[in-house]
């Protein structure tokens, strides 16, 4: 295949770049190779397709300190193939930065070099492999770096057969509309995938004409010539108002006669004599050059400092008045966006709900319309902590169940990527079920590192987003779309993993244990029952993980150890798990309230009552489960 001249003259690239490039490209797969025949398993030929890609962008093209990789005016990358961790590892090699000894420890149990990159290396930003992801993740970093006003760039290496991804594509999109010229993909079209050859196989007109039709300067070139490769990188570089891609043709396993190319060899370590054999082909694969090693450019400015976070002050509210929970988290977002520059929102075009228009407002240069691509907003969201912001993604609690995977691998990364899902619940009403957050508390509780919480008044809800805020790592703040009524002092302090006690008595037969609407609906339960002569205790949950064990003990042992959990959610992972899982070894009774079915569009009032979970229902469910000795 014949590769068009991107520039009208070559670049005056020296023989000896180009043949130490040439050389370092071949060391890599030796490298790769005897990483991963230590290990006995990885990926060798999916990082023998990349070698040239990869020597082109760390030893010319990028500007980082090499002995510094965490320096924020690095220029970022991230290696979407996460598959390919052998050849990055390689690379970090050949850079000095590890030994070529601690290559031979890939995928060991007590080495850093996973079989796909984590951040427990200092020179890995996110974990990736998890294909789709590394796009959108490069995104927010470009993004981040356009924010400080840095010269800082944003690189990218996909795999072909993730180019199925429709993650790539929201990317792809958003980068054309927000002009994001700072960032580079490089795709590596090797032409096969795990069990079979990729759709677009080395159709590589067809990958052009798709990431054009995206907005994007589309570039293609032979992927194992280091001089097309650095004239695509340049000219990447010089290009304005557009994202560039560059499709690299390359081979799977290149440089190895009996694997080159060649269906069958994902994920297979060469065994000891095939590993010695293709070592002993590359060997031969050196060219003469002067044996000085290329560097890396130093990083063009140092990365601006900034101040820690700043916390809110307290609200203005008052007790009594009805504010919706959604409402509050936008008002607390537009506060500690005036006063943190590390603070960064986006939204999923619903802003006019979840009230993120407030921060928007504020602070515009720090406010990023995703539109409706959830996947790539949390991705995006992941590059921007990464690059030390502090991200709050906000939309339905539904619609925020599509990023799961994104969300799991911020988890995994203790990155400060804040979800505030609204819209929860049957509360919402009319707009019937695929409208209504019913699995979200299930999700986050289920992610490494998370902490959730659920408000259920304003003030707890301005406190949740500051809370967020402070946190290291993910966490999820659960808004609801009713008016509620203020039940806090605007100074009332909250904490993460401390649960909230409204009411009690000595003689409380049992406690309900609520949180949002539910909570709500506890207290209207709880005057009813006083007036049947039926005491109470009644704990708002607030935070759901970590929960507060010790306050719900305690509550269950002074009321006949039992608790009754009531929730706007499915039974599954919300807060009737979380608090069983707290007290039932110790022996308590938990009952729980919750949705166990497909909801109904209705009125706000008429689902909570039709699902039972209002106040109606929990007075039943106290009679039914307190002795009528203690009532």
Known sequence: MSFPALRSSPVPYSQDLLDSLHNIATQLRIDSIRATTAAGSGHPTSSMSAAEIMACLFFSVMNFD???????????????????APVLYSTWAELGFI????????????????????????FVS???????????????????????????????LLGDGENAEGSVWEAAELANYHKVDNLCAVVD????????????????????????????NAMVVDGHDVRQLLEAFDTAKRTRGKPSVILARTLKGKGVSFIEDKDGWHGKALKPDEAEKAVAELDQQFVKSSGTKPHPGKPAAQARQFPSYKGVSAPQYQIGKEVATREATGHALEQIGKSNET??????DVENSTHTEFFQKVAPQRFIEGFIAEQNMVGMGMGLAASGKIAFCSTFACFLTRAADFIRLAGLAHLNVKCIGTHVGVSIGEDGSSQMGLEDLSLFRSMANSIVLYPSDAVSAWYAVDLAASHKGIAYVRAGRPKQPILYDNNEEFQIGKAKVLRQG????????????????????????????????VIDLFSVRPVDAATLLAAARATNNTIITVEDHYEAGGVGDAVSEAVGPEGV???????????????????????????QAIVEQVHAVVPAGVR
């Not at 079209?189 to 054009?212: A, F, K």
């Open 343 to 348: 603070i960064v929102c986006l939204d999923g």
């Open 506 to 537: 000595k003689d409380d037969a049992v406690t309900v244990v609520g949180a949002g609407v539910t909570l709500n609906e506890a207290l209207k339960a709880c005057d009813q029952l006083k007036k049947q002569g039926v005491s109470i205790r």
């Open 589 to 615: 009774k938990v009952y729980r309230l919750a949705v166990r079915e497909v909801p109904h569009s209705g009125k706000p009032e008429e689902l909570l009552a039709k699902y039972k979970i209002d106040a």
């Open 99 to 122: 030994s070529r000894e601690h290559l031979l420890t890939l995928r060991r149990i007590d080495s850093d070099l996973e079989g796909h990159p984590t951040p427990i290396l200092k």
């Open 189 to 216: 079209v090797n032409r096969l995938g795990q069990s079979q050859p990729t759709m677009l196989q080395h159709h590589l007109e067809t990958y052009q004409q798709r990431w054009s039709a995206f907005g994007w």
């Open 126 to 156: 996110v974990p990736t492999g998890s294909l789709g992801q590394g796009i959108c993740v490069a995104l927010g970093m470009a993004l981040a770096a356009r924010i400080d006003q840095s010269p800082m760039r944003a690189y990218a």
């Open 66 to 84: 090499p002995q510094d990789p965490g320096n924020a005016a690095n220029d970022k990358f991230v290696l979407s193939k996460g598959h390919a």
